[in-house]
């Protein structure tokens, strides 16, 4: 007889936005395969029974990525009841489907637990709707970075109203200068959401043209927004208060042009 596996999105840092079938599912798990983006916090809603194993890993450690699934399965055989916590959603950008596609295969029953993805709640919990009647009708959602020797395919989003990219502060520059290349105006607004959800939140304003000159100074993890709704943050950020963004650069423009 095998165990369970719950794959669970944790959802983009603040505790309080797990849904409440990812706590039930935490708590009764017996062991706890969690990421670097979980945090403290979350992690503090795991039963004293549950045993946490820290499986963060960089992007393309593929070997690594074979031993969580290794681990997973070993420890699903013992009948355990083992929950795989991920930020955000596992689903988006967060290699869920793998896991769940070679659990599957190998027989363990597993279950899905969706979380708040970081690409859609951290930019509104900040006061930047995706969408907004007049401003943008549509938003894309993509991967800063590629497999090694992947071309990230800029051109296909590059007109898409808002635009907001996951891990790509490290590419920001070269990111911003395709985009600039490929039709989008240099003045455009932007904002990256670092350590959102979290006591350690800042948000940076500026413009398209300073982070493909090099301007923005941001670290990971954090989600970039693209587009004019980047602009209703003035009227939109918590308590009416804009004054706490650091802003690169130059000054982002109030018109919603």
Not at 53 to 77: C, M, P, W
Not at 140 to 146: E, K, L, P, S, Y
Request: net charge neutral.
């Amino acid at each position: 007889m095998s165990g369970k596996v719950y794959i669970i999105g944790a959802g983009p840092g603040d505790p309080d936005l797990l849904t409440l079938k990812a706590v039930r599912a935490l708590e009764r798990a017996d062991v706890v395969l969690y990421d670097r983006l979980v945090t403290a916090e979350v992690l503090k809603l795991c039963p004293p029974k549950a045993t946490l194993i820290y499986v963060g890993k960089s992007h393309g450690e593929q070997r690594f990525q074979d031993r969580i699934n290794s681990t997973l399965l070993n420890l699903a055989k013992e009948n355990k009841v083992v929950v795989r916590l991920k930020g955000g959603d596992p689903f988006v950008f967060g290699r869920g489907g793998e896991e769940w596609a070679f659990l599957n295969a190998h027989g363990i029953a597993v279950e899905v637990v969706p979380g708040l993805s970081s690409a859609l709640s951290l930019p509104s919990l900040a006061g930047i709707p995706l969408t907004y009647r007049g401003i943008s009708a549509s938003f894309a959602v993509i991967a800063g970075h590629r497999q090694e020797g992947a071309e990230l395919n800029l051109a296909a989003v590059a007109r898409v109203e808002t635009l907001i990219i996951l891990m790509g502060v490290n590419e920001r520059r070269k990111i911003a200068q395709r985009l600039i290349e490929h039709g989008r105006p240099p003045d455009e607004p932007v904002a990256f959401i670092e350590n959102g959800a979290t006591p350690a939140e800042r948000v940076i304003t500026s413009e398209l043209v300073s982070v493909a000159e090099g301007r923005v100074e941001v670290h990971p993890p954090a989600v970039w927004i693209i587009g004019k709704v980047v602009n209703l943050r003035r009227c939109l950020a918590p308590w009416g208060d804009s004054s706490l963004d650091e802003h690169s650069g130059s000054s982002l423009h109030l018109a919603m042009k």
